[in-house]
Nanobody, 126 residues
Framework: VQLQACGGGLVQAGGSLRLSCAAPGGIVSMYVMGWFRQAPGKEREFVAAINRSGVSTSTSYADSVKGRFTISRDNAENTVLLQMNSLKPEDTAIYYC??????????????????WGQGTLVTVSS
């Protein structure tokens, strides 16, 4: 399963970006979809996740992005979006999308996820 993340770039603090993750048909609706990020010299950390269709439409966010980021899913287009507003320099990282089959596991943990995209770089200047 190949996930394709895109939409990263350079933006000033306070600006917005929208990341997109394309997946093969059925993955987006049947899997838990998550976004993680990894800054230089740091471990990969959870950003946001959305549950699979049919279980619930619940979403979850890291405290650091709550109220600024929104994750959504377009089943028809087989994509997961991450709308990022009010960006801060500390949001600078490579952002990865991921898919997990086991929806009942802790979706904030990297070990829960079965498939990963290649990452897209987000740089926020001050």
């Amino acid at each position: 399963v190949q996930l394709q993340a895109c939409g990263g770039g350079l933006v000033q603090a306070g600006g917005s970006l929208r990341l997109s993750c394309a997946a093969p048909g059925g993955i987006v609706s049947m899997y838990v979809m998550g976004w993680f990020r990894q800054a230089p010299g740091k471990e990969r950390e959870f950003v946001a996740a959305i549950n699979r269709s049919g279980v619930s439409t619940s979403t979850s966010y890291a405290d650091s992005v709550k109220g600024r980021f929104t994750i959504s899913r377009d089943n028809a287009e087989n994509t997961v979006l991450l709308q990022m507003n009010s960006l801060k320099p500390e949001d600078t990282a490579i952002y990865y999308c991921a898919a997990a089959r086991k929806w009942f596991l802790d979706r904030t943990k990297t070990s829960t996820y079965d498939y990963w995209g290649q990452g897209t770089l987000v740089t926020v200047s001050s």
